[in-house]
């Protein structure tokens, strides 16, 4: 009888247990932030995720009411800083600092991810669509519009070294996509971040690089790199004066978009309550006029999605990169 009683006085207890638990987990998204909150970043300092990422980490920290921290874990494309949260604890203390590049390009560029860039991580919030544009060094290649420049790389194939920001990153894919499309031969240069990548373009170790235009931009102001044309399918108000790849009219380019967005994960199992508070935060501070204003200024369209609108943006992301990734004929094993 005793040892009765005492199984069922467990088996009580534990039953209590499981009936509490929706109470506690759902007075911990009510409580959150309780502490600060780490931004992983996939790409190093000086980037144009890092510019963003440090454009919004006060004004988030203000609405959160907790400090935002940032922690870099760059390299391999943003697979490093993508391993680290798709196993961080989901708590909403631990977040990514992603790209469509990170989750959609590597899922299809590399064969063995220790993580699934839907299945492991739950998306957050967009913040910016971001243009890339084709800059090259007038020292190394002196041509005034982006036909003149198809015109000299066909005229010597394998002769140009284009820069990126790594294999996989969205200056890489958006150049391979480029070349697969007008057939030309060039070598690509995969560098760590933007800062290396774009100063082995001012230093003539390569002819060019597509990047972002927030990062392009200053050089171009000083006379040191020429701009030829945007990668998005419109012009980018912060260099009106740049044509797209499409307007060209050369056979190929036809509706060319190659454009990014940068965006914030969380791990998978995070409480969608905590991912809502976050979601709701990012959205409000990317309204605020001064914000949404510098943001414009530096060639980005700030980019307002619900969690479950964005869900549906990440996987069209990957759908369409692995069609990319196919016709380029790039792979990393």
């Given at each position: 009888?005793?040892?009765?009683?005492?199984?069922r006085?467990?088996?009580?207890?534990?039953?209590?247990?499981v009936?509490?638990?929706?109470?506690?987990?759902?007075?911990g998204?009510?409580?959150?932030?309780?502490?600060?909150?780490?931004?992983?970043?996939?790409?190093?300092p000086?980037?144009?995720?890092?510019v963003?990422?440090?454009?919004?980490?006060?004004?988030?920290?203000?609405?959160?009411?907790?400090?935002?921290?940032i922690?870099?874990?760059?390299?391999?494309?943003?697979?490093?800083?993508?391993?680290?949260?798709?196993?961080?604890?989901?708590?909403?203390?631990?977040?990514?600092?992603?790209t469509?590049?990170?989750?959609?390009?590597?899922?299809?560029?590399?064969?063995?991810?220790?993580?699934?860039v839907?299945?492991?991580?739950?998306?957050v919030?967009?913040?910016?669509?971001?243009?890339?544009?084709?800059?090259?060094?007038?020292?190394?290649?002196?041509v005034?519009?982006?036909?003149?420049?198809?015109?000299?790389?066909?005229?010597?194939?394998?002769?140009?070294?284009?820069?990126?920001?790594g294999?996989?990153?969205?200056?890489?894919?958006?150049?391979?996509?480029?070349?697969?499309?007008?057939?030309?031969?060039?070598?690509?240069?995969?560098?760590?971040?933007?800062?290396?990548?774009?100063?082995?373009?001012?230093?003539?170790?390569?002819?060019?690089?597509?990047?972002?235009v927030?990062?392009?931009?200053?050089?171009?102001?000083?006379?040191?790199?020429?701009?030829l044309?945007?990668?998005?399918?419109?012009?980018?108000?912060?260099?009106?004066?740049?044509?797209?790849?499409?307007?060209?009219?050369?056979?190929?380019?036809?509706?060319?978009?190659?454009?990014?967005?940068?965006?914030?994960?969380?791990?998978?199992?995070?409480?969608?309550?905590?991912?809502?508070?976050?979601?709701?935060a990012?959205?409000?501070?990317?309204q605020?006029?001064e914000?949404?204003?510098?943001?414009?200024?530096?060639?980005?369209?700030?980019?307002?999605?619900?969690?479950?609108?964005?869900?549906?943006?990440?996987?069209?992301?990957?759908?369409?990169?692995?069609?990319?990734?196919?016709?380029?004929?790039?792979?990393?094993?």
């Amino acid at each position: 009888m005793k040892t009765t009683s005492l199984v069922r006085r467990a088996l009580a207890i534990a039953l209590a247990a499981v009936a509490l638990a929706p109470a506690v987990h759902a007075q911990g998204a009510a409580d959150w932030p309780q502490r600060p909150i780490t931004i992983v970043m996939t790409f190093p300092p000086g980037s144009g995720v890092d510019v963003v990422g440090r454009l919004i980490q006060d004004p988030l920290a203000k609405v959160l009411g907790q400090p935002v921290i940032i922690d870099y874990k760059s390299g391999a494309a943003g697979n490093i800083a993508s391993d680290y949260v798709a196993h961080a604890k989901p708590d909403g203390y631990t977040v990514l600092f992603g790209t469509a590049a990170t989750h959609g390009v590597n899922a299809a560029l590399y064969k063995k991810l220790p993580f699934d860039v839907e299945a492991d991580f739950v998306p957050v919030a967009p913040i910016n669509d971001v243009s890339n544009v084709l800059t090259v060094n007038p020292q190394v290649m002196n041509v005034h519009t982006f036909k003149e420049f198809v015109d000299e790389v066909r005229a010597h194939p394998g002769k140009y070294y284009y820069a990126s920001t790594g294999n996989g990153t969205g200056t890489h894919m958006a150049f391979a996509e480029m070349n697969a499309k007008l057939g030309l031969n060039m070598v690509h240069v995969p560098y760590k971040g933007g800062p290396e990548a774009i100063q082995a373009v001012l230093k003539a170790e390569t002819c060019c690089i597509m990047n972002q235009v927030q990062t392009v931009l200053p050089h171009a102001k000083a006379g040191k790199v020429r701009l030829l044309a945007v990668t998005t399918a419109k012009r980018v108000p912060a260099v009106a004066d740049v044509p797209t790849i499409a307007e060209s009219g050369l056979p190929g380019t036809a509706g060319f978009d190659s454009s990014t967005w940068f965006a914030l994960f969380a791990p998978k199992g995070t409480d969608p309550a905590i991912v809502a508070k976050l979601n709701a935060a990012v959205r409000h501070v990317l309204q605020e006029p001064e914000l949404k204003s510098r943001l414009e200024g530096m060639g980005n369209t700030v980019r307002l999605e619900t969690p479950e609108q964005f869900k549906a943006t990440v996987h069209a992301n990957r759908l369409k990169w692995a069609e990319v990734v196919k016709a380029a004929g790039v792979s990393i094993d």
